[in-house]
């Protein structure tokens, strides 16, 4: 029985419509329940500042959190070094998403710069419904294998058979913008003592490719 295989490259442009804002709370204290309260208060600040910008509760969610005790090397009187434990490093990851709302974003960001929590701030535009992408993409990279196929088969004079099998690998798409939106720790004291406001910005659009093999018979 005679085949083709043929090798499908699906690609899709979106534009971002949803923001993904993640933050990081960090804390140390040698004794476990101060630095504990210490991270807490600052997640305290950042509801705070959620609130104040009209999000629903329940919208700050925590992604990660862990506690790891910290170490240090020091040197004694005899210039040896020794493991000294230096406390207790308490750590949140936050993530708080909302529909792409350029004016929004600046004014949370605002509002986080002023609130005193000082979180370490990343910044992702992407597609609220990241699916309906995926779907998408899996019907361009399908039209494109099948149009290759019936290509081949009519300059060889041969006709296109049954489908007898697809061969897709189900990784997680990375439907990001590559718009970048970073801001330096040291900036944040800044933005809450400027008289300017944060810049709102146009993000990039979202271009992925994926691709996927059909085996056909040739009839």
């Given at each position: 029985m005679r085949t083709i295989t043929v090798k499908g490259v699906g690609s899709v442009s979106a534009k971002p419509d949803y923001i993904t804002l993640s933050m990081?709370?960090?804390?140390?204290?040698?004794?476990y329940d101060i630095a504990l309260?210490?991270?807490?208060?600052?997640?305290?600040?950042l509801q705070a500042v959620a609130s104040q910008n009209r999000f629903e509760d329940g919208s700050l969610k925590t992604t990660d959190f862990h506690v790891t005790t910290e170490y240090e090397n020091v040197k004694d009187r005899n210039g040896n070094y020794r493991r000294e434990f230096a406390g207790y490093r308490c750590t949140y990851q936050l993530k708080l998403s909302f529909e792409l709302d350029g004016l929004r974003l600046a004014q949370t960001?605002?509002?986080?710069?002023?609130?005193?929590?000082?979180?370490?701030?990343?910044?992702?535009?992407?597609?609220?419904d990241p699916s309906k992408v995926s779907r998408e993409l899996l019907e361009s990279a399908s039209l494109n294998a099948k149009e290759k196929a019936e290509v081949l088969c009519n300059c060889m004079g041969v006709e296109l058979g049954a489908l007898m099998s697809i061969d897709y690998n189900w990784g997680e798409l990375n439907v990001f913008?590559?718009?970048?939106?970073?801001?330096?720790?040291g900036i944040m004291p800044l933005m809450a003592t400027s008289e300017c406001s944060v810049?709102?910005?146009?993000?990039?659009?979202i271009d992925v490719r994926d691709t996927v093999t059909f085996i056909w018979e040739i009839a």
């Open positions: 990081a709370v960090e804390s140390t204290d040698k004794e309260q210490k991270a807490s208060q600052r997640i305290a600040l960001l605002s509002s986080i710069s002023a609130s005193g929590a000082k979180p370490e701030l990343s910044i992702a535009f992407t597609v609220k913008s590559r718009t970048r939106y970073e801001i330096e720790d810049p709102e910005i146009e993000p990039d659009d």
